[in-house]
Nanobody, 124 residues
Framework: QVQLVESGGGMVQGGGSLRLSCAAD????????LAWFRQAPGKEREFVAG????????NYAGSVRGRFTISRDNAKRTVYLQMNSLKPEDTAVYYC?????????????????WGQGTQVTVSS
């Protein structure tokens, strides 16, 4: 059917880097905005970063702007989240999501498809 599969999570020390990947089938990926959300223990799911189909429109949460970079490779049907200068507060389960929009909404309710999530743990 449709699927989003995250990979690249793991454990890293503060200041380190990780790159998350999200691979999708054509129905999920094509003409869809792709975004990353995260959910930390005791907190609600929050928007992290998103990129529109064209790749020219991006949106970032203020807490990650300047440290994280989202990109997509439409030929590979993959979206990436390069995470640099990681902090312990970045620790969370990261989810890839897709929605049929031209822009990049931060509203989780607008996203139709979700991956299973990948754990990112940043130690002090």
């Amino acid at each position: 059917q449709v699927q989003l599969v995250e990979s690249g999570g793991g454990m890293v020390q503060g200041g380190g880097s990780l790159r998350l990947s999200c691979a999708a089938d054509v129905r999920t990926f094509s003409l869809h905005t792709l975004a990353w959300f995260r959910q930390a223990p005791g907190k609600e799911r929050e928007f992290v970063a998103g990129v529109a189909w064209s790749g020219g429109t991006t949106n970032y949460a203020g807490s990650v702007r300047g440290r994280f970079t989202i990109s997509r490779d439409n030929a590979k049907r993959t979206v990436y989240l390069q995470m640099n200068s990681l902090k312990p507060e970045d620790t969370a389960v990261y989810y890839c999501a897709a929605e049929r929009g031209v822009g990049v909404t931060t509203d989780a309710l607008r996203y139709h498809y979700w991956g299973q999530g990948t754990q990112v743990t940043v130690s002090s």
